[in-house]
């Protein structure tokens, strides 16, 4: 794996039957970059996502997450990422605190190490005062940045975000961003997905999925160039109107 890179995918293929979600795909994320997974709804981000993390096997293709091979070392794929689902993976009936302490034990760290980190990243959203509060209660927007902070309180090398500011307002779209913009500045590689084609301009490098393909790969300025238009939008739906 060249240093340089976090992620190095070849000829990544995924099949269901005679169904191709991911076709041939074939890109590097950069250590310490936002990496943009960009396409409409159905276009195989998640499909590609959840191979990353070692959800799911490739049908063939080779791939390096954090250095681990896909096929053979799952285990240590996952305890070097974090990962954040489009559905939340936290649990409606405990508490804030609660939900730290069972995914700190699960990253296995210490009870130290949990408190420690749970104040930490409570105090940064300024929502110490709700930690003992049953996360229900709670509205979406404060959800999704509880389940960005679990998602790292390990300190991972990479963090997947998949479709993580769907369903909510533009200010809280910005503030989440935010929260990615200071996770990479520490040091932690953000791989996102998204069909919001605003969000494109805010990654470091972005890729563009349509129908299971990789159709478009580099920043947003260069592509916005490349298509001879001004918005990354204008981007998608001249690749989306030629295939």
């Given at each position: 794996?060249?240093?340089?890179?976090?992620i190095?995918?070849?000829?990544l293929?995924?099949?269901?039957?005679d169904?191709?979600?991911?076709?041939?795909l074939?890109?590097e994320?950069?250590?310490?970059?936002?990496?943009?997974f960009l396409?409409?709804?159905?276009?195989?981000?998640?499909?590609?996502i959840?191979?990353?993390c070692g959800l799911?096997?490739?049908?063939?293709g080779?791939?390096?997450?954090?250095?681990?091979d896909?096929y053979?070392?799952?285990?240590?794929?996952?305890?070097?990422?974090?990962?954040m689902?489009q559905?939340f993976?936290?649990?409606?009936d405990?508490?804030?605190k609660?939900n730290?302490?069972?995914?700190?034990?699960?990253?296995?760290?210490?009870?130290?190490?949990?408190?420690s980190r749970?104040d930490?990243?409570l105090?940064?959203?300024d929502?110490?005062k709700?930690?003992?509060?049953?996360l229900?209660?709670?509205p979406?927007?404060?959800k999704?940045k509880?389940?960005?902070s679990?998602a790292v309180?390990h300190?991972?090398r990479i963090?997947?975000?998949?479709?993580?500011?769907?369903?909510?307002?533009?200010i809280?779209?910005r503030?989440f961003w935010?929260?990615i913009?200071q996770?990479a500045?520490s040091?932690i590689?953000?791989?996102?997905?998204?069909?919001y084609m605003d969000?494109?301009?805010y990654c470091?490098?972005?890729?563009?999925m349509?129908e299971g393909?990789?159709?478009?790969?580099?920043t947003?300025a260069a592509?916005?160039?490349?298509f001879?238009v001004d918005s990354?939008?204008d981007v998608?739906?001249?690749?989306?109107r030629?295939?």
């Amino acid at each position: 794996m060249i240093d340089e890179y976090i992620i190095e995918v070849k000829d990544l293929v995924k099949k269901f039957g005679d169904f191709t979600a991911n076709d041939h795909l074939s890109f590097e994320v950069k250590k310490g970059e936002i990496f943009g997974f960009l396409g409409a709804n159905g276009a195989g981000k998640t499909t590609a996502i959840k191979i990353l993390c070692g959800l799911s096997s490739p049908t063939s293709g080779q791939i390096e997450v954090a250095g681990y091979d896909v096929y053979r070392e799952t285990d240590r794929i996952k305890r070097n990422i974090g990962y954040m689902s489009q559905k939340f993976s936290l649990y409606e009936d405990l508490t804030v605190k609660e939900n730290f302490q069972f995914y700190g034990g699960i990253y296995r760290l210490s009870n130290k190490q949990i408190k420690s980190r749970t104040d930490e990243l409570l105090g940064r959203l300024d929502m110490l005062k709700v930690k003992d509060s049953v996360l229900s209660s709670l509205p979406l927007g404060w959800k999704q940045k509880l389940a960005f902070s679990v998602a790292v309180m390990h300190k991972p090398r990479i963090v997947f975000l998949d479709e993580p500011t769907g369903g909510v307002d533009p200010i809280t779209r910005r503030q989440f961003w935010e929260m990615i913009y200071q996770t990479a500045e520490s040091g932690i590689t953000v791989f996102v997905t998204t069909h919001y084609m605003d969000e494109a301009e805010y990654c470091n490098r972005v890729s563009i999925m349509v129908e299971g393909k990789i159709e478009a790969l580099d920043t947003p300025a260069a592509l916005k160039k490349q298509f001879g238009v001004d918005s990354m939008n204008d981007v998608f739906l001249k690749l989306a109107r030629t295939n």
